[in-house]
Protein backbone atom coordinates (compact mmCIF):
# COMPACT_ATOMS: atom_id res chain seq x y z
CA UNK A 1 0.00 0.00 0.00
CA UNK A 2 1.40 3.41 -1.08
CA UNK A 3 1.20 5.73 1.99
CA UNK A 4 2.85 8.64 0.10
CA UNK A 5 -0.31 10.12 -0.67
CA UNK A 6 -0.54 13.67 -1.90
CA UNK A 7 -2.18 14.75 1.78
CA UNK A 8 0.39 13.32 3.42
CA UNK A 9 3.20 14.29 1.30
CA UNK A 10 1.71 18.16 1.23
CA UNK A 11 2.25 17.33 5.67
CA UNK A 12 5.36 16.67 5.06
CA UNK A 13 6.16 19.64 3.39
CA UNK A 14 4.52 21.53 5.48
CA UNK A 15 6.19 20.49 8.44
CA UNK A 16 9.57 20.83 6.42
CA UNK A 17 8.43 24.44 6.04
CA UNK A 18 7.75 24.99 9.67
CA UNK A 19 10.96 23.89 11.08
CA UNK A 20 13.23 25.60 8.36
CA UNK A 21 10.98 28.71 9.17
CA UNK A 22 11.50 28.22 13.11
CA UNK A 23 15.35 27.51 12.58
CA UNK A 24 15.28 30.76 10.68
CA UNK A 25 12.98 33.02 13.01
CA UNK A 26 15.31 35.69 14.51
CA UNK A 27 13.45 38.82 14.03
CA UNK A 28 15.90 41.70 13.21
CA UNK A 29 15.31 45.00 15.13
CA UNK A 30 14.13 47.48 13.10
CA UNK A 31 16.89 50.46 12.17
CA UNK A 32 16.42 53.71 14.21
CA UNK A 33 16.51 56.21 11.15
CA UNK A 34 13.60 55.52 8.65
CA UNK A 35 15.11 56.29 5.08
CA UNK A 36 18.52 56.34 3.41
CA UNK A 37 19.41 58.90 1.15
CA UNK A 38 22.82 60.73 0.04
CA UNK A 39 23.57 62.47 3.78
CA UNK A 40 21.67 60.50 6.06
CA UNK A 41 22.06 58.48 8.58
CA UNK A 42 25.95 59.06 8.91
CA UNK A 43 27.90 55.94 7.77
CA UNK A 44 28.53 54.38 11.34
CA UNK A 45 24.66 54.18 12.15
CA UNK A 46 24.31 52.72 8.43
CA UNK A 47 27.19 50.03 9.76
CA UNK A 48 25.92 50.18 13.40
CA UNK A 49 22.71 48.81 11.75
CA UNK A 50 24.41 46.20 9.15
CA UNK A 51 26.43 44.84 11.84
CA UNK A 52 23.30 43.66 13.87
CA UNK A 53 21.52 41.73 10.84
CA UNK A 54 22.47 37.98 10.20
CA UNK A 55 22.80 36.73 6.46
CA UNK A 56 21.90 33.46 5.64
CA UNK A 57 24.38 31.53 2.86
CA UNK A 58 23.28 28.49 2.69
CA UNK A 59 22.84 26.90 -1.04
CA UNK A 60 18.85 26.94 -0.26
CA UNK A 61 18.72 30.79 1.31
CA UNK A 62 21.35 32.11 -0.99
CA UNK A 63 22.05 32.57 -4.87
CA UNK A 64 25.75 32.20 -6.76
CA UNK A 65 25.96 32.76 -10.25
CA UNK A 66 28.28 34.65 -12.70
CA UNK A 67 27.45 38.19 -13.93
CA UNK A 68 26.88 36.83 -17.64
CA UNK A 69 28.60 34.89 -19.66
CA UNK A 70 31.12 37.22 -20.77
CA UNK A 71 32.30 38.19 -17.55
CA UNK A 72 32.55 34.65 -16.37
CA UNK A 73 35.47 35.71 -13.57
CA UNK A 74 33.00 38.27 -11.77
CA UNK A 75 30.90 36.00 -9.86
CA UNK A 76 28.48 36.93 -7.12
CA UNK A 77 26.75 35.57 -4.35
CA UNK A 78 23.42 36.82 -3.18
CA UNK A 79 21.89 36.20 0.91
CA UNK A 80 18.89 37.02 2.52
CA UNK A 81 18.28 39.00 5.79
CA UNK A 82 17.20 35.74 7.91
CA UNK A 83 13.95 36.76 8.49
CA UNK A 84 13.21 39.16 5.58
CA UNK A 85 10.28 36.95 4.61
CA UNK A 86 8.60 38.29 7.94
CA UNK A 87 8.81 41.83 6.79
CA UNK A 88 5.69 43.62 5.50
CA UNK A 89 4.87 46.34 3.54
CA UNK A 90 3.39 48.00 6.30
CA UNK A 91 6.34 48.03 8.15
CA UNK A 92 8.06 49.23 4.90
CA UNK A 93 6.30 52.07 5.38
CA UNK A 94 6.73 52.92 8.51
CA UNK A 95 10.90 52.84 8.16
CA UNK A 96 12.79 50.93 5.60
CA UNK A 97 15.12 48.09 6.17
CA UNK A 98 18.11 46.03 4.49
CA UNK A 99 16.78 42.70 3.03
CA UNK A 100 19.63 41.19 1.24
CA UNK A 101 23.18 41.61 0.50
CA UNK A 102 25.61 40.85 -3.06
CA UNK A 103 28.34 39.30 -2.29
CA UNK A 104 31.72 39.82 -4.56
CA UNK A 105 33.23 36.71 -4.68
CA UNK A 106 36.35 38.02 -6.57
CA UNK A 107 39.28 40.72 -6.90
CA UNK A 108 37.94 42.91 -9.79
CA UNK A 109 34.98 45.29 -8.86
CA UNK A 110 31.48 44.38 -10.18
CA UNK A 111 30.25 48.39 -11.32
CA UNK A 112 26.60 47.15 -12.28
CA UNK A 113 25.90 46.97 -8.83
CA UNK A 114 28.53 48.92 -7.26
CA UNK A 115 30.07 46.05 -6.00
CA UNK A 116 33.62 46.71 -4.66
CA UNK A 117 36.78 43.80 -4.82
CA UNK A 118 35.96 41.24 -2.32
CA UNK A 119 32.89 43.97 -1.23
CA UNK A 120 29.78 43.63 -0.53
CA UNK A 121 26.18 46.00 -1.76
CA UNK A 122 23.84 46.02 0.83
CA UNK A 123 20.02 46.47 -0.71
CA UNK A 124 17.55 48.90 1.25
CA UNK A 125 13.96 48.97 0.51
CA UNK A 126 11.77 51.75 1.61
CA UNK A 127 8.38 53.37 0.85
CA UNK A 128 9.12 57.14 -0.42
CA UNK A 129 5.60 59.42 -1.24
CA UNK A 130 3.67 55.83 -1.30
CA UNK A 131 5.51 53.72 -3.49
CA UNK A 132 8.68 50.83 -3.13
CA UNK A 133 12.19 52.36 -3.79
CA UNK A 134 15.64 51.10 -2.70
CA UNK A 135 19.15 51.95 -2.38
CA UNK A 136 22.60 50.01 -2.76
CA UNK A 137 24.99 50.50 -0.37
CA UNK A 138 28.03 49.34 -1.31
CA UNK A 139 31.20 48.38 1.11
CA UNK A 140 34.58 47.59 0.58
CA UNK A 141 36.59 44.52 1.96
CA UNK A 142 36.81 46.06 4.98
CA UNK A 143 33.06 47.12 5.69
CA UNK A 144 33.28 51.08 5.16
CA UNK A 145 30.92 52.33 3.67
CA UNK A 146 31.67 53.27 0.21
CA UNK A 147 28.94 55.14 -1.52
CA UNK A 148 24.62 55.28 -1.63
CA UNK A 149 23.06 54.77 -4.84
CA UNK A 150 19.05 54.66 -5.30
CA UNK A 151 17.75 52.10 -7.33
CA UNK A 152 14.28 51.22 -9.46
CA UNK A 153 12.39 48.51 -7.39
CA UNK A 154 9.80 46.82 -9.16
CA UNK A 155 7.40 43.50 -8.53
CA UNK A 156 8.56 40.13 -10.36
CA UNK A 157 6.48 37.62 -10.87
CA UNK A 158 8.74 34.05 -10.10
CA UNK A 159 7.88 30.63 -10.40
CA UNK A 160 8.08 30.69 -6.54
CA UNK A 161 5.13 30.87 -3.95
CA UNK A 162 3.64 34.42 -3.26
CA UNK A 163 3.82 33.53 0.97
CA UNK A 164 7.31 32.06 1.71
CA UNK A 165 8.19 30.53 4.96
CA UNK A 166 11.45 31.14 4.77
CA UNK A 167 14.06 34.32 3.85
CA UNK A 168 15.27 33.40 0.39
CA UNK A 169 17.19 35.48 -2.19
CA UNK A 170 17.71 34.75 -6.39
CA UNK A 171 19.46 36.33 -9.16
CA UNK A 172 17.86 36.27 -12.65
CA UNK A 173 18.80 36.92 -15.83
CA UNK A 174 17.18 40.02 -18.09
CA UNK A 175 16.49 40.34 -21.94
CA UNK A 176 20.16 41.60 -22.55
CA UNK A 177 21.51 38.56 -20.51
CA UNK A 178 23.35 40.27 -17.85
CA UNK A 179 22.15 40.21 -13.70
CA UNK A 180 19.40 41.39 -11.93
CA UNK A 181 18.38 41.05 -8.58
CA UNK A 182 14.94 39.28 -7.69
CA UNK A 183 14.70 38.56 -3.89
CA UNK A 184 11.90 37.92 -1.67
CA UNK A 185 10.45 40.61 0.03
CA UNK A 186 6.53 42.09 0.15
CA UNK A 187 6.16 43.58 -2.85
CA UNK A 188 2.64 43.45 -3.93
CA UNK A 189 0.92 41.34 -5.12
CA UNK A 190 3.86 38.82 -6.21
CA UNK A 191 5.63 38.59 -3.03
CA UNK A 192 9.30 39.44 -4.91
CA UNK A 193 11.12 42.48 -5.94
CA UNK A 194 13.23 43.52 -8.35
CA UNK A 195 16.22 45.71 -7.98
CA UNK A 196 17.58 47.02 -11.46
CA UNK A 197 21.11 48.16 -11.53
CA UNK A 198 23.19 51.95 -10.85
CA UNK A 199 21.59 55.08 -12.75
CA UNK A 200 18.23 53.51 -12.89
CA UNK A 201 16.48 56.36 -10.31
CA UNK A 202 17.28 59.74 -8.43
CA UNK A 203 16.50 60.66 -4.91
CA UNK A 204 13.97 63.06 -6.04
Not at 25 to 32: C, D, E, F, G
Not at 55 to 60: G, K, T, V
Request: positive net charge.
Amino acid sequence: MNWMTPRVVALLVGMLGSSVSAAQTQVSRPPPFAVVDSAHPTDEMLRTYIRSLRFLSDHISSDQRMLDAAHTNLILRMDPVADNYLTTEAQLRERGRITARLVNRGADPINRFGVAPRGTTYLWIQYVGGSPRAVLISTDSTGAILRRVPVRLSPERLDHPRFVKQALTRLGTDSTNTMIVAMCAPCPPWGWCRGDSLGTAGWD
